[in-house]
Each structure stands twice: as structure tokens, then as C-alpha cells.
């Protein structure tokens, strides 16, 4: 693993089985991650978007190990610079490693135990890692309450006292308390009215310019994404179709379904006609997914070529470049504009 | 770093509200349960009986055992506070004017308006041992001269409300303790079941079925015929609370397998988890203090089952054996017809058994309500 990466995914699945029956055979599987490649560099906050089912959720827990990973790899770099397979981690270095890797919840109500005061929230990692104790872990948790902008007053209420945009505060806060280097940000704001999301989001990247922060971020707001992120991933029915750079990926779309998506963007520009792409048809199953293609029962573009055989997942990219995409015609069909 | 508008300040907030944000789980249940009327109500009712159960020797007027061959099945008298004088603040029964029937040989009882017999409170009577630890012989209230039978008097002349309320020290602690052995068996495979699924959980569930599908009754007969003849009271008392949670714990099991497995899938469980807490940990201080208000609303409402099973075991002179008292062993004395009709109140034991049941019915129920104050 290059030395400018922080964590590598290689080959990643994770299939859901589904059991039937008075025996609980195994019947088939949902193929949430289907063999996914990407890395992520030091400090940077890399997208991930998809619509709803994709598998976005599930390749970020996935990568943490919140869900057991069915087969792949996911190095990551640890902080003394050692490179550590999170999928074999056995349970000590595992804590260790999470320590390091953390997540943020999309749903800031279901997240926190409601039946734990604030203080007891943001200090329970610091407790069960013995990081702080007593007097010291008293002043570790305001510290923390006060980087997140809440008022240490009230330490002592328990998350029914607080709306969602102070919930994901309090959340954040107890991830901050392990200061971790990479953070799983799984539609950390889409829960939370724009407003609140605004400040969500300033809150994170303060965050991560003062302790170097590097992010997953996973959404579906496009536009966000775009405003946020150094690079995006594009996945559909559990496999990635197209990475590139923020700017890239908007201005030289390379796959039909990136395109698809991002026409959908809504726009303030009344002299522009609407060029909204409509695909057909419904997402297919991630059960049988369909042969060759992905995509191919949807796309506009498609050939014989792509019902029979899968795309090879490679960098189109100019002059050293990262973009990668997954489609048979990437070079012939160039790239696009759509934004 | 700039002030942030989201954050309300104190001084905005009334009182009441900031009280509400410092309310822990059980603080908010209360408030919730009190709200419900009728569940209060069986509380209070509740808190009635268990205290005159466990002080059954102060409030009875009489040993439960004291038998008196001049009142064999004395009906109840009245309580009076007006006689011929006019009212009277201190309350006096009458006495009975006795004779037998030429015919049938049955003692007759009238009531005497010459004989009266004022009730004082805090009189000296029979000895007992308050709590079965001081001797006494402190009765809350009684006559000094003549009888009191407000409940009327059994076949062998003995006081009916003393041994109803000796009665209900078994009934009612028959329920708790059959329910605390259901509650810990309950948790204990459920929560097995639950944990770890897979074979494990599959091996269980079927044995719930399986206990599940036997019918209680004859199960009940067969180990309670199953028990010795010379153990004595206690030991057929506990005997008989273990061969009603045996059938007890499964639906418990089954509510605590279902909450184990939801809240596997809950967020707060998941980043419990993430931040390194240990599984005894997550279990303890995150998924059993989530259920386990559900699970106490769930074991009163398993009580009255237990009450229910002890009575009719006993009606059916399986379960406690005189001289043992319970409601059930005194319902047996009213087995024939012929008690329905001639001496009704040997019935009263089954208006305490009512009582009862729908007390913790109604308490189980606000419980139920207010269990989850976290819901809409």
C-alpha cells in the first residue's frame, strides 16, 4: 500500500443470507457489496453516492466491521504506520483499530441511548477504552461538549432534551472522544433540516482541518457531495461504476449511470432547459442481479456486448489521473458535461 | 468559534420543561403511569392487600385456627352503628340467638338485638407472631365480650376473615415468587436464545413449544400427586410455585428472545459496539435497561396466572393441603351445592381472588403503557 493512502478495499463482499423455511436453508443471498476496489488518501473526504439500496451503508459498516465483511480486504493504516487487515482483526487489535476508525449515524435519534445522560454518552468511550477517569474524565467530557458547540450546563440531560441537529452533536462528540483518524460519515446530515446541515457539516470540516480528519462520506445530495468532497464514488446495485475528482466527476462524466444521476440535480438557471434523464425501468433485485452489465436493463446506451459480459473496472483517466469506471464503451462514449 | 442559534438558553426555559430533560427512564414512566387512573387504583388496591397479607396476624381478629363448636357456620354480621338509641359513634355487632332445627338438626342463627357487642380498635386477643418474629397479641380491632364474624364463620365455627387473610399471605406471595423464578428462567434462556441464535436459539424455541403444548391442568395434577404426603407446608408450598413458573417462564422467554434480537439491530447498540464496549457491557448497561421495563410490565401481568393456578390447584386438593390456608384450600370448603346454597360466604375467598386478579390486570396495563416513554 502506497504510503500517501490511508486504507485500501480490495475485492469487498458482504452477502446477506436469506433463510427459509422450517430448516432455515439458505434460499439465495442479497449481494448488498459485490466486490468493490477503492482507496482512500490521507486526509481527504472521499463521496459516496448512490440512490437508496445500492449498498453504500453496508460498504461503509463493511469497512469498519460493524457488519462482518463476507470475503475481501480492507488495509488500513495504522497510526504507528503499520498496515493492519481490519477483516482479520482479531477482537483486542480490533478495539484497538476502532480507536481509530469510527462512525457517524445517520439517524441522531436512534443513536443515542436514550437512557443516558449526555455525560454518560460522550464518556462511555473514554471509560471502556480507560483513556480518562475521574476528575480527568469529568474535564475530557466538557472538552468535549464544548468542541462541539453545546453548552456543558447540560451534560447531566439525556438526549430527549435536545433536537436532532444537538443530537448529532452529542454524537459526534463521542466519536471525537477516541480521536480517531478516518471517519465513516454514513448520511451524517440527511436526517437533520438544511439549515442544521449547514452547521453539521462546517462542524466536520472544522474538525477536520484541526486533527487531520480523513472521511468517508456517504449521501445521496448530490450537490453536497460536490461542495464537500475531494473525490466521489458512484455505486450501483452494490458495485462501484465510476470514481473520480469532485470536479471531474461533474464536468467529464464517463459512466451512463453517473450521468443519469447528476442530471437529476435539481438547478437555479431558468435559461437552462430541463435535460433530466429518465431511466427505465426499476433497480433490479440484489438478489439476481442481472447478467453482464449491471446496469445494462436501464442504460441508454446499451449494446450487445454489455448483456453478456461484465466491464472491466479501469483508470480512463489523462495524464496520470485517477478515473475510474466500469463500462464498455467509456472511451468511445467520452466524456460528458453534465454539469 | 462562532455561537451557535441552535442552542436555547437557560433563561428562555420554563421550569417545568428543564425538569422533563433531567428525567431519567424511570422518572418519565412515572410520569406516564400516572396518568393512567385505573392502573393507580389496582396500585393502591394492591398495596391494601400485600400489607394485610403480610401483617395477616394484626389485622385478623382471630387465630385462623381457633375453632368454636357454638358458631359452626355463623353467618356474617353486620356492622352497626344504629340501635334503638339512635347512632352510636363507636360500631357494635349483634349477637346471634341460636337454635336447632327440630327437623334437619341445622343450627339456626337469628339475629339477638339484646346482645351487642361494641368493636374496639387495638384489642388484646389471640397470640401470634407478627411477621413470624414478635410475639403478640395486638389485634387491630375486636370485641372484649361475644364474637365478630363479619365474614361469617366456616363449618368448624372458625373466623372467616381471619383465614381469608391468612389465606392471602400464600396466594399473593405464590405469585411473586412463581413469577421471579419465571422472570430469572425467562431472561436466562431467552436472553441465551436471543444472544446467540443459530442451533442454540432453534433447541430452545422448539422446547418452549413443546412445554407450551401441554395442557396445564393435568400437568399440574401429575407433579402436584407426584409430591410426598409427608412434606410439610413449606415444602408443598415451594413445590408448587416451581410447578407454576415451569409453564410460567416460556412466554417471558419469548418477549426477552424478541427484545434481544430487535435491539442486536438497534444504532445505539451498534455504536456501543464501534466505541469498544464490552458484550457484558452492551448487555448490561445498554440492552437489559432497555427491556426490562417492558419485561416488569410483562411479569404483572403473569401474576394473576399464578394466583389463578394456586387457587385451582388448591379448589382441586392438589395444591396446599389443610390445615395449610390458602384462597384456594378455603374455596374447597364450598365445593358442593349444598355450601352455595346454605352458606354462601364460604364463596367470599373468590371475591378476594377477583379482586386481586384485576388489580395487577389494571396495574399491568398502565405499566404497559407507560413502559416505553420514549414512543410517540
Not at chain 1, 458482504?14 to 482507496?39: H, T
Not at chain 1, 471509560?127 to 467530557?141: S, W
Not at chain 2, 399464578?306 to 370448603?333: C, K
Request: glycine letters at 8%.
Amino acid at each position: 500500500m502506497e504510503e500517501n493512502k490511508l486504507l485500501e478495499v480490495r475485492n469487498l463482499k458482504k452477502f446477506f443470507p436469506i433463510n427459509r423455511g422450517f430448516f432455515n436453508r439458505k434460499v439465495g443471498e442479497v449481494k448488498a457489496v459485490n466486490g468493490v476496489d477503492f482507496s482512500i488518501y490521507q486526509g481527504e473526504t472521499l463521496g459516496l453516492v448512490g440512490e437508496s439500496g445500492c449498498g453504500k451503508t453496508t460498504l461503509g459498516r463493511a469497512i469498519l466491521r460493524a457488519v462482518e465483511p463476507t470475503s475481501g480486504q480492507v488495509l488500513f493504516r495504522t497510526g504507528e504506520g503499520k498496515v493492519v487487515d481490519v477483516t482479520k482483526a482479531e477482537d483486542r487489535q480490533l478495539k484497538k483499530i476502532r480507536k481509530d476508525m469510527q462512525l457517524i449515524f445517520q439517524d441522531p435519534y436512534s443513536s443515542l441511548n436514550p437512557r443516558m445522560t449526555v455525560k454518560d454518552l460522550v464518556g462511555e468511550p473514554l471509560l471502556v477504552n480507560k483513556i480518562a477517569r475521574g476528575k480527568g474524565l469529568q474535564q475530557k467530557i466538557i472538552e468535549l461538549i464544548e468542541q462541539v458547540d453545546l453548552r456543558p450546563e447540560y451534560m447531566d440531560r439525556y438526549p430527549h432534551a435536545f433536537s436532532g441537529g444537538q443530537r448529532q452533536r452529542i454524537g459526534i462528540a463521542r466519536v471525537l472522544s477516541l480521536n480517531p483518524r478516518f471517519i465513516v460519515c454514513d448520511e451524517a446530515v440527511s436526517a437533520l433540516d438544511v439549515s442544521i446541515q449547514a452547521q453539521i457539516i462546517n462542524l466536520l470540516q472544522e474538525l477536520q482541518q484541526k486533527y487531520k480528519l480523513t472521511y468517508l462520506f456517504i449521501a445521496h445530495d448530490l450537490s453536497l457531495v460536490k461542495y464537500l468532497c475531494d473525490r466521489i464514488i458512484v455505486m450501483y446495485l452494490g458495485k462501484i461504476v465510476e470514481i473520480a475528482d469532485s470536479e471531474q466527476l461533474f464536468t467529464q462524466t464517463r459512466h451512463p449511470y453517473t450521468e443519469a444521476l447528476l442530471s437529476a440535480v435539481p438547478r437555479v438557471d431558468p435559461k437552462r432547459k430541463s435535460s433530466k434523464i429518465i431511466l427505465k425501468g426499476e433497480v433490479p433485485s440484489p438478489i439476481n442481479p442481472p447478467a453482464g452489465c449491471y446496469f445494462h436493463p436501464r442504460c441508454n446506451y446499451v449494446q450487445e456486448k454489455c448483456r453478456r459480459e461484465e466491464p472491466l473496472f479501469r483508470n480512463v483517466g489523462q495524464e496520470g489521473e485517477e478515473h475510474y469506471v466500469s463500462c464498455h464503451w467509456a472511451e468511445q462514449l467520452g466524456p460528458k458535461e453534465v454539469m | 468559534m462562532e455561537t451557535n442559534p441552535e442552542i436555547v438558553f437557560p433563561e428562555k426555559q420554563n421550569p417545568l420543561e428543564s425538569e422533563i430533560y433531567l428525567a431519567s427512564q424511570w422518572e418519565l414512566i412515572w410520569r406516564r403511569f400516572k396518568r393512567h387512573k385505573l392502573a393507580i387504583a389496582g396500585l393502591v388496591i394492591l398495596i391494601i392487600i400485600y400489607t394485610m397479607a403480610i401483617f395477616c396476624g394484626f389485622f385478623s381478629p382471630y387465630s385462623p385456627y381457633l375453632y368454636n363448636a357454638d358458631y359452626i357456620n355463623a353467618p356474617p354480621q353486620t356492622l352497626q352503628f344504629f340501635d334503638q338509641d339512635g347512632f352510636h359513634f363507636r360500631p357494635f355487632v349483634y349477637g346471634y340467638e341460636v337454635s336447632r332445627d327440630p327437623e334437619t338438626f341445622r343450627m339456626e342463627y337469628q339475629i339477638d338485638h339484646s346482645k351487642k357487642y361494641p368493636v374496639y380498635f387495638l384489642v388484646r386477643g389471640d397470640r401470634y407472631k407478627l411477621l413470624g418474629i414478635w410475639e403478640t397479641d395486638l389485634h387491630l380491632f375486636g370485641v372484649k365480650e361475644g364474637h365478630i364474624f363479619l365474614l361469617g364463620a366456616d363449618p368448624m365455627g372458625r373466623d372467616l376473615l381471619s383465614r381469608v387473610l391468612y389465606g392471602a399471605r400464600i396466594s399473593t406471595s405464590i405469585g411473586f415468587i412463581g413469577v421471579f423464578l419465571s422472570f430469572v428462567l425467562g431472561i436466562g434462556f431467552g436472553g441465551i436464545s436471543g444472544l446467540y441464535g443459530g442451533a442454540i436459539d432453534n433447541l430452545i424455541q422448539r422446547m418452549i413449544e413443546f412445554i407450551k403444548s401441554i395442557p396445564s391442568i393435568p400437568l399440574w395434577m401429575g407433579l402436584a400427586a407426584a409430591l410426598p404426603q409427608d412434606w410439610t407446608v413449606i415444602q408443598v408450598y415451594f413445590a408448587i410455585t416451581i410447578i407454576l413458573s415451569l409453564k410460567g417462564w416460556t412466554g417471558l422467554a419469548r418477549e426477552v428472545r424478541s427484545k434481544f434480537m430487535s435491539l442486536r439491530e438497534e444504532d445505539f447498540i451498534l455504536s456501543a459496539r464501534l466505541i469498544g464496549a464490552s458484550k457484558t457491557r452492551i448487555i448490561t448497561q445498554h440492552m437489559i435497561p432497555s427491556f426490562l421495563s417492558h419485561i416488569i410490565a410483562q411479569v404483572t401481568l403473569a401474576i394473576p396466572g399464578m394466583i389463578l393456578g394456586e387457587t385451582s390447584l388448591s379448589f382441586l386438593g392438589l395444591g396446599i393441603r389443610p390445615p395449610a390456608i390458602s384462597w384456594g384450600s378455603l374455596l374447597q370448603a364450598a365445593q358442593n351445592v349444598r355450601t352455595v346454597a346454605l352458606t354462601p360466604w364460604l364463596l367470599l375467598p373468590g371475591v378476594f381472588v377477583i379482586i386481586t386478579v384485576l388489580a395487577f390486570n389494571f396495574l399491568g396495563d398502565g405499566l404497559r403503557d407507560a413502559a416505553d416513554p420514549y414512543g410517540k
